[in-house]
């Protein structure tokens, strides 16, 4: 049984940081690849970055060069670093490991507000 659990959601004002954390835990062998996605309120779930199996890291246009994401394949983890944080950044926040399918987290609430 694959489990996928983030942590690190929390109310933060514009311009803030922020950090989540993504742990993967079962039986498996290995975590091919890793990534972020959010849902906005109102709006379909949307691709926020993703580490490939080749360890190249994509990320939406919306958030290059404030969102860092990084992984750790000894202890299939993840983190994504958010930094100077805009109302819009507002979303659940989705962790997805890719092992022979797909496992979603449950989502953790990122809240961007004064």
């Known amino acids: 049984q694959v489990q996928v659990v983030e942590s690190g959601g929390a109310l933060v004002q514009p311009g803030g940081s922020l950090r989540l954390s993504c742990v993967v835990t079962g039986s498996f062998l290995s975590v091919r690849a890793m990534g972020w996605y959010r849902r906005p309120p109102g709006k379909e779930r949307e691709l926020v970055a993703i580490?490939?199996?080749?360890?190249?890291?994509n990320y939406a246009d919306s958030v290059k060069g404030r969102f860092t994401m990084s992984r750790d394949e000894t202890k299939n983890t993840a983190a994504l670093q958010m930094n100077d944080l805009k109302p819009d950044d507002t979303a659940v926040y989705y962790c997805i490991a890719t092992i022979l399918r797909d496992y979603w987290g449950q989502g953790t609430q990122v809240t961007v507000s004064s």
């Open positions: 580490i490939t199996r080749n360890g190249d890291t």
